[in-house]
T-cell receptor, first 113, second 111 residues
Framework: NAGVTQTPKFQVLKTGQSMTLQCAQD?????MYWYRQDPGMGLRLIYY???????DKGEVPNGYNVSRLNKREFSLRLESAAPSQTSVYFC????????????FGPGTRLTVT | GNSVTQMEGPVTLSEEAFLTINCTYT??????LFWYVQYPGEGLQLLLK?????DKGSNKGFEATYRKETTSFHLEKGSVQVSDSAVYFC??????????FGAGTQVVVTP
């Protein structure tokens, strides 16, 4: 049972480059989320998708775009990477938005130089 | 607004010691409360949860009680092991399933 998978695990980008982080879940969950984790700041929500076909901004959406490709997959795109986007990115999913716990992927460690 | 405040770490303990990690929150309404654990190099895993006042969540020897009167959800374990070394996050759920996480508390258990 894979749960939530993320690719890649590690990535180094130069300022201005673009990339897409991939996330997939095999639990038939309706809702998916992208977070970033920075030291001393916990996890901050970037974007989420309450259900297939919908996406909404979270706490820190600037510089990011997302696509809910289908029920399983939710990608995060950095169009023009900046050093401030150096972080660990986590994807999560939940059965719905009514108080269900979230299940997390292993994370992508991104460094922007 | 909504927020979660956890005690700062690192918390360093000897094996078999008693662990408490304080968590307080501010929120509109009565949110569900969660504790997640993150082991080195991994994603977050749900440790326990409570959905209403006076509920006690428990798992793997850890416990936390939802205290509405003090807006708290402190995590406790009676006898920690080296394998409990991790970062612990308190969280509450907001509208439309969005989570508000605390900053995390690192726990280091030494043999």
């Amino acid at each position: 049972n894979a749960g939530v998978t993320q690719t890649p695990k590690f990535q180094v980008l130069k300022t201005g480059q673009s990339m897409t982080l991939q996330c997939a879940q095999d639990m038939n969950h309706n809702s998916m989320y992208w977070y970033r984790q920075d030291p001393g700041m916990g996890l901050r929500l970037i974007y989420y998708s309450a259900s297939e076909g919908t996406t909404d901004k979270g706490e820190v959406p600037n510089g990011y775009n997302v696509s809910r490709l289908n029920k399983r997959e939710f990608s995060l795109r950095l169009e023009s990477a900046a050093p401030s986007q150096t972080s660990v990115y986590f994807c999560a999913s939940s059965a719905g938005t009514g108080g269900f716990e979230q299940y997390f992927g292993p994370g992508t460690r991104l460094t922007v130089t | 607004g909504n927020s979660v405040t956890q005690m700062e770490g690192p918390v360093t303990l000897s094996e078999e010691a008693f662990l408490t990690i304080n968590c307080t929150y501010t929120a509109t309404g009565y949110p569900s409360l969660f504790w997640y654990v993150q082991y080195p190099g991994e994603g977050l895993q749900l440790l326990l949860k409570a959905t209403k006042a006076d509920d006690k969540g428990s798992n793997k020897g850890f416990e936390a009680t939802y205290r509405k009167e003090t807006t708290s959800f402190h995590l406790e374990k009676g006898s920690v092991q080296v394998s409990d070394s991790a970062v612990y996050f308190c969280a509450l759920i907001l509208l439309r399933g969005k989570f508000q996480f605390g900053a995390g508390t690192q726990v280091v258990v030494t043999p």
